[in-house]
């Protein structure tokens, strides 16, 4: 599962492009790039603001555009920075995803751009809760 496809690079450019056209120092330093099993691509950018514990992710928002378009099967995932390089996620991401989309793919950093994953495999010593203990 671990080899970059076409469509996979395809969501990689997709994010590059909005980060190239978009980044604002001190403003928008993230972007992710999601496509559902319809195959639409669905986008977000990190906002930051001057209240640190008040940034939105770019993931956070990729996902909430997808949702809100009616889209909730998530198949692929990618978060790239400033300069482009594929990033992960941030724990607080992570858990979202887990939560939400767990058997979608998502691309990671790796030797020579990026691998694949599950998001179920992104916080491997997560504990699962459960609400009734």
């Not at 990689?12 to 120092?25: C, H, L, M, S, V």
């Not at 809100?68 to 992960?88: F, K, L, Y």
């Amino acid at each position: 599962m671990n080899k970059l496809k076409k469509n996979h690079f395809y969501l990689i450019e997709t994010a590059k492009k909005i980060i190239n056209a978009r980044f604002k120092e001190n403003r928008h330093h993230f972007v992710a790039a999601i496509r559902t099993v319809s195959g639409e691509i669905y986008t977000g950018i990190h906002l930051r603001t001057s209240q640190e514990k008040d940034d939105v992710c770019a993931e956070v928002v990729a996902l909430a555009n997808a949702f809100a378009n009616g889209e909730v099967d998530i198949e692929c995932i990618v978060v790239v920075n400033r300069i482009g390089d594929i990033i992960a996620p941030c724990g607080k991401c992570s858990e979202i995803f887990i939560e939400l989309c767990p058997n979608a793919e998502i691309i990671l950093p790796g030797i020579g751009g990026g691998r694949l994953a599950l998001v179920s495999q992104l916080l491997p010593f997560r504990k699962a809760t459960n609400p009734s203990n």
